[in-house]
Every structure is written in C-alpha cells, then in structure tokens.
C-alpha cells in the first residue's frame, strides 16, 4: 500500500474488497454501476482540473507555511469580535476530539446525554447572564440570531398590528455594523421597513412593532436602556437587545430591565476569532415565546424508568412539520461552539468569569486614563471593554499603530475606538499607549494605575447586583483534572464516528481526518479578526479563494461565495442572489418557488424567508418529480416563477433521468433552477450542479466536504452560482467581498466561518481529482451494496431505471406495523448493537434513510447489515398483542442488565449482546427510552436545581 496516499486513508474500501462487493451487486466492475446509475446524459466526460493531490505530510507543511503568511497583530477591533484564550483542557479535549466534534445531532437522545449536558449548561449560561427564562442551543452568529430576534417579533405581533400592517422595527444606531446589513437582508423579503436612529429620540409611535438596541454600543457606550424598554412595552414595541455577553457579568442584565429577547456571540467564551468563525450565537427570550423560538432547545425530561433525562425539546417546531410555515430555516447551529463556549463557564465558574471581566474593564479604565493624560478625549462616558477617542489624524495613528502590529477600528478620519479583551496584558496596554505617545509631547502621567481605580465607568443603575451560575455543575469543575474527567464523562455516554458508523441518509457522515482537522490548531489561523485590514489576512485570502475556486469547478458554475454559515443559510443566500437577478432585469415580481413533495424541509422555510410563495409539486410512485404536474404548474404560474428548488439526486436517492428536462422547462418559463447540494456526495467528479442546468447551488461542506458534525454545527453552506448571478453574490459592509451588484450580508462575517473551510480545503487538497471522484464511486459502491445485502430483508422503496440506489437508500418500515414494530424502534434497537440509527422519517414517513459513505470499510458495513438482518428477525419474532419485547424496550441500559431482578421474556445476552462482534465493543446507552411528550408539557430548559431533579424522581 501507498502509505502516502491520502484517498486510501479517507476511503475505508480497500482494494481487495471491491472484487467481493461488485459480485454482490452483480455487476463487473465500478464503471458499470457507475453507468447504471447516473443517467448518460449528465455525466462527465471530462476529469475535473484541481490541483495533484498532496500527501497529509506536505499538506500539514503546506498549511503551516500558508499560515504564516497570516500576520497576526493584536486586535483591538472589537465590533462583536475578540480575542479570547482558549483553555487547553477544552481545546485538547473537545475542539481536538472525534468523540466530540464527529457525533451528529442528538436526534437519538439515549446516546447523546452527553452532549446534550453540555448544551444544556450553554443555555443555562446564556440565561444566567441575560436573565431571560428560555434560550436556545446556539445560532449561526450575532448578525443572524439579531435577524432571527427581529422575524421572530413580527412574527408575534399583537392581533392588531396584524391586523392593521404595522411594519416598523426600530434599529438603534448603535448596532454593529454587520448586524444592520443582515437585517436589511432579513427585512425586505417580508416588507418590514427599518428605521435606523438614535434610541433616545424615538417617538414610540404605534406604527412600530418593535426594536433592537446594542448593549454596549457598537463603539461602547453603555446606555441605560431601562426607560427605553419601560415605554415601548406601554406602546406595544417588543424589544430585543444585542449583548456582550462578557459584559453582562458586571451590567445589569437585560432580563432585568425587562426586554423580550436578548441575543448576541459566545465567542469570548474561549473561541478562536477565525477570521470571522465559527462561533456559537445566542437567542435568549420569554417563556411565552417559547413556540416561537428559532432553532433547537435543549430540554429536560425522564427515560422508561422515570430517571432524569434530556432531549431536544419541542420538536415539533421543526422545519419538517412546519414547512413553509416555518419562520425560520435554521438547521444546523453551532453545537461543538456553544458545547466549548459552555465549557469555558463551567471551568471558570461564576467567580472566574467575574474575575475575566473585572480585568478587562479594569485594563480600560487604565487605558482610557492613560489616553487621557495625553490630553486625548475619550468620549464614552459609561463603558465595559471599549472606548472611542479623538484624534487629529486617524491615518497617521493608524501607521503608527500597524507599525507596533496593533488593530484598532477607525471609526472616521479623526475618532477611533479600542476594545480590550481576555488576552490583554499590562504590556499591551503600554504598547497601545506608546502609539499614541509618540504623537503627543505632554508627559505621561506614571501613576494612571492609581488613577483608574477611582473611576466608575459603569454607573450604578447599570452595575449587575444578581447573582449568575449558582448551579453545581458551574462550581465544581475548576482544577484541569477535574474538568478533564467531566468532559470524558460527558464523552463517554455519546456514540460519535470513533465508536461507529453513522448511516445518516443526506447527511454524509464521512470522516474528518486528523489531518483536515489539525489546522483549526495553529495560532496563526485562530488569531485573525475577520475585519483587519485584506493585506493581513494573505494566508486566508489564498486559501479561501483556492477552495472557492476548486468548488466551481467541482459544481460546475462560475463562482461561488462562502459566506453562509449553514446549508439552511445557503438556500437562504441562493435565493436571494435569484431574486436580486430577476429584480436586476425589471422582474421583480417572479415570486413563485416551486419544491417538490419531498423536499427538505428547509426549503420551504428558506423560500419564505426570501419572500417567495411556495408552490408544491408532486413526486410520483417512483419518487421521482412528477413531470406532468410539474408542467402544469409551471405553465399556471410562468409569468411569476421566481425558481424551482430540487435536490439531485433525490432526497428519495434516485439520479432522476428527467433532470435536463426539467431544469430546461423551468428556464423556458424565466425561472432559476436552485439545486439543493446536500446530496453532492453522489456527483462529485462524475456530474455536477452545472451539467444538469442548475444556476445555482449550495454544499454542505459539513457533509461532503469533510467538516465534522460537531453534534450540530459547525456548518459551512458556500453557495456556486452560474454566470449571471455571479453579480450578486452576497457582500459585508466592512470588508469588500461579492459581486458588483452584491446582496446585503447572509452572515456577518466576510467570509464566514473562514476556519472551518480550512477542513474542506484540507480534504479537497489531499484527494485531488482522482481521490474525489473514487471516493463518489465507493459511496455509491457502498449504498448499492447494503441494498443487496439488505434485499428481501426490508423493501427499499425507490430506485433509478435500472434498479440501482445513489449514494442512500430508503427502506420501509411501515410494514412491521403489522408486528406492533414502529421505526423508532427499530432506530433505538440499534443503539444495543452499537449503532446509531439512520436517518429516521426523512422524507418519508416510517422509512429509514442510510447512507454509509466512502469512509466505511467493509467489515463495518457488514457488522451493520448483520445486526439490520438480525433486528429483522427479532421483529418476525414479535407479535402485536405482546409490546414488552426486545425491541420495545430497546434499548437496554446497563443497570437493567445487571439489576437484580430480570423481568423481560428474554434473555440478558439476547437484550445487549446479541451479535458477537458487541462483545468486543460494547456501547452501553445511558438512559433507558426518552420520553419527549412528559419534557414538552413540563418545559425545564436550564440546569435545574439539584431538588427539581429529585421531584422527577
Ligand atoms: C442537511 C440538509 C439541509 C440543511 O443543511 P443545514 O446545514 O443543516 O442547514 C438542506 N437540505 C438537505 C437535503 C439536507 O440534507
């Protein structure tokens, strides 16, 4: 074997497999399934041109030299980014392992209480801080979740705002930058009509429905917001509050001045800048708005057994039941941030966050009266960790400043403002200082130490006086081997990628090589404020322009933008570029978005959000779409068609054959053909989006492009458009980035989560041409080869014309109905034999989705169709009339297996080892059954006090 070959690492196939594998598929060779599967018309013929692939070694040196051309100042930018430390034990035990940062989202509660621990301290945290009652497991970031707060207000008007159309939000002047892009963004599509001012001269009157304020503000005054909430609460305004949340251990919480939704970063809680991201953002609310709340909360319930346990909890709010109901399409958040952010508390503690911020502000206080010896204004007269200052010549500061290697954010030619972080020394005071003194002959005052301690820079109707993180878990863990052992106790009890394959059809959990993943490591790319000036950030504008380069040409499009944070928020940027094009050529009313029966539910969540109204087309009994109705809902609607939203292959895991029909019928009509790319792992080197007559398309790069799960986010969701709307591609009111005739900001970073896509530049770097387009084939290899081992086990519901799976498949479940068997059964006994469940009821009801991916190796398939084969002959042995059977009361527990007493009608071997493989590797489920319905009626979203948990008892 090659040993310096990457593909054969990535790939789990090895050589003499393939042989075995064909004949069990019954065909000769790769190419003929190949053929037989993706329709003559759409495949390549020609190989994609990327670069040769690299070895792991010269890649790991590759990026450590492109990193050095990162120069890494030290920013005092601020604007809702800063530099924060990392403690190693978090950074060593979560950001850099796979029991981590490879598990999925925890759909499956019993083997996820680990993680969900984790999320449910985040939002204890984010709750303790804002002083709200409910928050939820992260957003994508500030800008987004600012955005999601202002939807999620309209969304909640009062009947008569409703009714009479009362459209305004009030934006404060203060808000960051970035935020009021994306909110403009956010804005248009639904009509709401921003009015941007400053928040002590708002009339309040009735024709508004709320408002958003930035607390600091955005250069860092601190305002007191409280008459401001007080009156628009009289005149019916909701209010939301854009948070620091370091600050808010010394400021009085917002919840206490009584706001409806607070929300903001956990960046500083321990997080990279990355140039931008991942960080985990936080939305924090009412109770009462707790069917309203965008993304996913954590919630507290108990198992069969009555014990406590946790799950995600409402549900039912969800895209996929909401559809184009939905308010928001957020799907994938920012889990292994918010996971680590919520770490950051729990070492520290509620005393050692204190500890944090009081030092920050203490270093601004002695900052600001340094400057001010100097005899230079500084103007902010309430602060936390920044401060604004005159100057005679911004420019010539600005030279001085790069030349100490110092950011600061110029405001204008004559004012600047510096925010001072958690990694702020003494010294780097004095070199900010220095900058400035060398400007100025006045003598500085020696003893300005003395003198910032006299100074209140937080009023005190503003100070904090309550209390946050009383709670145990956040004041227990606070020497490096007791937080060790609790990150390793959470770990434990979570079935990611290093105990087994996960089959999760459409979600492609493939690996995450250390290799892909050891960049996100180095200083040189954790140090990076996303808004330092473009010729600072060399290494990053290479690296992104590469890996957004080589995503063209894999999609077969002209450009591509990686700023949106999530698939979700790709579709989201998609449509919006379609919209701006059809606006751009005076057709500003095609409005109609036409999604198939089948469709992720994000789509239609993100086609509303865009301003679009969703028209459904059927599939037929093959699950392909159904060419008739779609004509006919074409022709109805093709004076208005804004686009059509379709995934190839299939959500159903078909490579329909109609596709060039199809795209070509809807650019007959003036549409735009939106792709969906979660299923690119099946089209990688042997089609693309742009061969099938697509326009635009989004990846995810968390599924096909090798960026981990994080058991829920990261994601990154570049959107790759054809030509013509290469000019709209979406832009940052900072940094200049996008098209000509750019959209406002998606995300609030340039780049978005510009770290992470170091992973899928990482993957694309090592595979190369030849190692992406084999690593297509054994995906699909792969699929097709559990379908025949699976045949006449359980049917698999849709196939192309000849017979064959793409990457996935569906198989039926509904018939075991007959048995009393449901698929969460199914799903659940799996866990006993050390798998997690596919994916369950997408898109069809009572069906699970598997897709094994190119990673997996053979005896790992095998191992999982062996124990699919088994739990189907455990289901014959089942009867209707008799529920306690194995699967049922799957799965099962270590304290039911070693408890005294044994009540089930089978035996304890046949309950947790009934294969013999498990033997060896046993993954016991922490917590018997969940159950969802007892958590949803009795909502606990935070750490409970110790007693509540006794009470469930
Ligand atoms: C995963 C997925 C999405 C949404 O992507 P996120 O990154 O979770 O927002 C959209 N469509 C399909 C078909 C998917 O599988």
């Known amino acids: 074997m090659k040993t310096d070959v990457f593909a054969s690492r990535h790939i789990g196939i090895r050589e003499e497999n393939i042989q075995h594998m064909l004949k069990e598929v019954e065909v000769e060779n790769l190419e003929q399934l190949i053929v037989e599967t993706i329709p003559e018309d759409i495949r390549l013929k020609e190989p994609l041109e990327l670069d040769t692939p690299m070895s792991e070694h010269e890649f790991l040196g590759h990026i450590e030299a492109l990193s050095k051309k990162n120069k890494v100042f030290k920013s005092y930018i601020g604007l809702g980014y800063h530099e924060s430390l990392t403690p190693s034990v978090i950074k060593r035990n979560i950001l850099e392992n796979p029991g981590w940062y490879t598990a999925y989202t925890p759909y499956q509660a019993e083997i996820a209480q680990g993680r969900l621990e984790a999320l449910l301290n985040f939002q204890t945290v984010v709750c303790d801080l804002t002083g709200m009652e409910l928050a939820n497991a992260s957003l994508l970031d500030e800008s ?3 955005a999601e707060a202002m939807t999620m207000l309209f969304d909640v008007r009062s ?15 203060e808000i960051l930058p970035q935020t009021l892009s994306l909110l403009k963004t956010r804005a248009t599509p639904l009509n709401i009509e921003l009015v941007n001012g400053n928040h002590e001269e708002f009339d309040f009157s009735n024709d508004f429905f709320g408002a958003i304020l930035q607390y600091p503000g955005k250069y860092g005054q601190v305002h007191d917001y409280a008459e401001f909430t007080a009156k628009a609460k009289q005149n019916d305004i909701k209010v939301a509050v854009a948070a620091d949340i370091l600050s808010l251990a010394l400021l009085k919480a917002p919840g206490e001045f009584g706001v409806d939704v607070v929300v903001g970063t956990t960046q500083r809680f321990g997080i990279p800048l990355g140039y931008g991201g991942p960080h985990a953002a936080f939305f924090a609310t009412k109770e009462a708005y707790k069917r309203n709340i965008p993304g996913r909360i954590i919630g507290v319930t108990m198992d069969t057994d009555g014990k406590p346990a946790l799950r995600m909890a409402l549900q039912t709010r969800e895209q996929h039941i909401k559809r184009d109901k939905a308010t928001s399409n957020i799907c994938t958040a920012q889990v292994l941030l918010a996971v680590m952010a919520g770490m950051y508390a729990v070492y520290h503690g509620p005393e050692g966050l204190k500890y944090i911020a009081d030092k920050v502000h203490n270093k601004t206080k002695i900052l600001s009266e340094a400057l001010q010896n100097l005899s230079i204004t500084q103007h902010n007269t309430a602060y936390f960790d920044t401060i604004k200052v005159s100057v005679e010549n911004a420019q010539i500061v600005r030279e001085a400043a790069e030349k100490a290697e110092l950011n600061f954010n110029y405001i204008d030619d004559k004012t600047i403002s510096i925010s001072i972080n958690e990694a702020t020394s003494f010294k780097d005071i004095i070199a900010i200082v220095k900058v400035f003194k060398i400007l100025k002959t006045k003598v500085i005052n020696e003893d300005f130490y003395a003198e910032a301690d006299k100074i209140t820079a937080i009023p005190a109707s503003i100070q904090r006086d309550s209390p946050f993180l009383q709670n145990e878990v956040f004041n227990s863990y606070h020497s490096e081997t007791e937080l060790m052992r609790y990150i390793k106790k959470l770990e434990r009890k979570d079935l990611a990628l290093n105990h087994s394959m996960i089959s999760l059809g459409s979600c492609t959990m493939k690996l995450n090589a250390a290799s892909e993943m050891l960049p996100l490591s180095m200083a040189n790319w954790g140090n990076i404020h996303p808004f330092v000036p473009i010729e600072q950030a060399e290494g990053y504008q290479i690296m992104l322009k590469e890996l957004a380069k080589n995503l063209t040409v894999i999609t077969g499009f002209a450009d591509t933008s990686l700023q949106p944070n999530s698939g979700a928020q790709g579709e989201y940027a998609g449509l919006m570029v379609i919209r701006a094009y ?3 050529r005076g057709e500003g009313d095609r409005n109609i978005c036409i999604i198939p029966a089948s469709a992720h539910g994000t789509n239609p969540a993100s086609a509303v959000m865009a ?12 699950g392909n779409i159904d060419v008739a109705d779609l004509e006919e809902k074409v022709t109805l609607h093709s004076e208005n068609l804004a686009a059509l939203m379709v995934t190839y292959p299939s959500t159903h895991g078909v490579f329909e054959s109609s596709i060039r029909h199809i795209t070509k019928l809807i650019h007959d009509h003036g549409g735009q053909v939106y792709m969906d790319g979660a299923n690119m792992n099946a089209q990688v080197g042997l089609t693309n989006p742009g061969m099938i007559g697509a326009d635009v398309c989004h990846l995810n790069l968390h599924k096909t492009f090798a960026i981990p799960h994080g058991g829920g986010g990261p994601g990154v969701g570049p959107i790759c458009v054809a030509e013509q709307l290469v000019p709209f591609l979406p832009g940052n009111p900072l940094v200049k980035t996008g098209g000509d005739q750019a959209i ?13 896509c170091l992973i899928s530049y990482g993957y694309i770097k090592m595979l190369g041409e030849n190692g992406l387009t084999d690593s297509t084939k054994i995906a699909i290899l792969n699929a097709n080869y559990i379908k025949e081992r699976l045949e006449g086990k359980y049917d698999v519901l849709y196939t192309g014309e000849q017979g064959r799976a793409a990457h996935e498949m569906i198989i039926d479940c509904r018939p075991f109905k007959a048995h009393g068997i449901e698929v969460t059964d199914i799903a659940k006994r799996l866990m006993d034999y050390g798998f997690h469940a596919p994916t369950v009821s997408f898109p069809v009801a009572g069906t699970m989705m598997i897709e094994p991916t190119e990673s997996e190796s053979l005896d790992e398939i095998d191992r999982f169709c062996d124990a699919m084969i088994a739990i189907r002959e455990e289901i014959d042995e089942t009867q209707l009339e008799n529920p306690n059977n194995v699967l049922k009361n799957a799965p099962h527990t270590m304290s039911m297996i070693t408890s005294d007493s044994w009540e089930f009608p089978y035996s304890r071997q046949k309950a947790a080892f009934p294969l013999s493989y498990i033997e060896d590797n046993k993954f016991w489920p922490s917590v018997r059954r969940v159950d969802d319905a007892y958590g949803d009626r009795n909502l606990i979203c935070t750490c409970a006090p110790i007693e509540a948990y006794a009470e469930v008892e």
């Open 144 to 146: 987004t979740a600012a």
């Open 744 to 756: 406002t900001a998606i995300s609030g970073a340039p780049w978005g989560s510009s770290l992470a």
């Open 582 to 584: 059809h606006e751009s």
């Open 159 to 173: 009947r008569e705002q409703k009714k009479t159309g009362v459209l305004k939000f009030f934006v404060s002047e």
């Open 611 to 622: 301003g679009m109204k969703v028209v459904v087309t059927k599939t037929d009994e093959r």
